[in-house]
């Protein structure tokens, strides 16, 4: 006989039903109220100087333009934005059930919210420079924890790639697309480094873009190497993916070079190419929110352990992890927009993450996203010989 659900269990499977959808689209409205920070830091550096002209009256401000604009604006936007997603992060911290204050915090109160939104971005303009400036440098580390959780988050999806599309190397399955995509992977790796080379080697004195280029595909066929090495035998997608992921980093780092140089070519499109940089800039600043959003919403890559089963009252995703990932994006996008450096930041319009600081921040990047996926394919093999190791120095000698 079919069982009959009681209208009170159905009632409740609905608003749990309910409850989590509006969790779910409340992060879409996290991810605006980033993306808007994002212009409105933008703003404040370029033109804020022009439009808000009562500002140099303010005794924090003073009449110079670096301190509450330019490369002081972006900070102060950032750190606000910091103090709001701080907020959030500590009142929804340890929420795990649908029901109760703290998910509807998370998921509903918008018009209180926003009023906390909008105290929280104009409080860093009352504040010294002094304090200002020990943010950035407060910024600079959570910067480099940010891109720390972004490569986690990188390594969790290709994980998760190469599970679902490439095959049990015990089974007899084929796992055509698997194939594919890492064909697809290698091919655009390698003609990556080649189209680097062609727009960033414009003569054979670049010895540091020459440099920087070779050892990129290197890094590319040693993961390959070792992905295909018969105690590890990941298969090529997952090496695949990771090393177009590099060559993208490599392109990032050699896009961020300064402006100037004799191994520097403008693109252009048509006779102007100030659309060029506009287009560039909006797409780095999409970059930037999908960046912060993606790597929010993966709170299971920062989990110790993925076994645990949901039911319908659990939270689809970690609050806490959500916003403290915002929290540190918006130290991100402060040092892009300052590009790196407190004491002579590159401020010029429609410019971002540019000069030799972002170059080298990114290239550190890229390495460091080698070593650890390296590491992570070799670990396994490594761990399954030390107890091996252990047993066999036991049977050599025995305890009497």
């Known amino acids: 006989m079919a069982k009959i659900q009681s209208p009170e269990l159905c009632k409740d499977s609905g608003v749990h039903e309910a409850r989590k959808t509006q969790s779910l689209r409340a992060r879409y409205v996290y991810g605006l109220i980033f993306f808007a920070t994002n212009l409105l830091a933008w703003f404040i550096r370029d033109y804020g100087a022009k ?76 504040i010294p420079n002094i304090f200002i400036q020990l943010y950035g440098e407060i910024a600079r580390m959570g910067a480099g924890i ?59 004195s670049c010895v540091f873009n020459i440099f920087t280029i070779i050892w990129t595909a290197i890094l590319v066929k040693i993961m390959m190497a070792v992905s295909l090495h018969s105690k590890v035998n990941e298969g090529l997608l997952s090496s695949g993916i990771m090393g177009s992921y590099i060559v993208f980093l490599c392109w990032s780092a050699l896009h961020s070079e300064p402006r100037t140089g004799k191994c520097y070519t403008e693109m252009k499109i048509g006779k102007d190419g100030n659309w060029a940089t506009i287009i ?71 410019s971002i993450d540019v000069g030799w600081a972002s170059t080298w921040v990114k290239i550190m990047n890229e390495w460091l996203a080698a070593c650890i996926y390296v590491w992570r394919l070799v670990s396994p093999a490594l761990l399954r010989k030390q107890p091996t190791n252990d047993l066999e120095s036991v049977t050599r000698n025995p305890t009497l």
């Open 51 to 126: 439009v808000f002209h009562g500002l140099h009256h303010n005794s924090v401000c003073g009449a110079g333009d670096s301190k509450c604009f330019q490369s002081g604006g972006v900070l102060r936007v950032s750190l606000g934005c910091f103090i709001f997603f701080w907020l959030m992060f500590a009142t929804t911290f340890g929420t795990r059930k649908l029901q109760g204050v703290r998910n509807s915090w998370h998921s509903g109160c918008w018009v209180l919210k926003f009023l906390v939104y909008a105290v929280s971005i104009a409080s860093p303009f009352a």
């Open 146 to 204: 940010f891109l720390i959780l972004q490569l986690i988050s990188m390594l969790h999806l290709i994980s998760w790639c190469n599970k679902r599309w490439m095959p049990d190397p015990r089974s007899n399955q084929c796992g055509l697309f698997g194939l594919f995509l890492s064909t697809v992977s290698f091919i655009a790796s390698f003609a990556g480094v080649a189209v680097l080379y062609i727009l960033y080697v414009p003569n054979s």
């Open 280 to 350: 560039s800039f909006i797409i780095a600043i999409c970059s930037i929110v999908m960046a912060t959003f993606s790597t929010g919403i993966d709170s299971r890559s920062f989990q110790f352990r993925n076994d645990e089963m949901q039911s319908e009252e659990d939270a689809p995703y970690s609050y806490e992890v959500f916003h403290i990932v915002f929290a540190v994006g918006a130290m991100y996008f402060a040092m892009l927009f300052i590009s790196w450096e407190l004491k002579h930041p590159i401020t010029k319009k429609w």
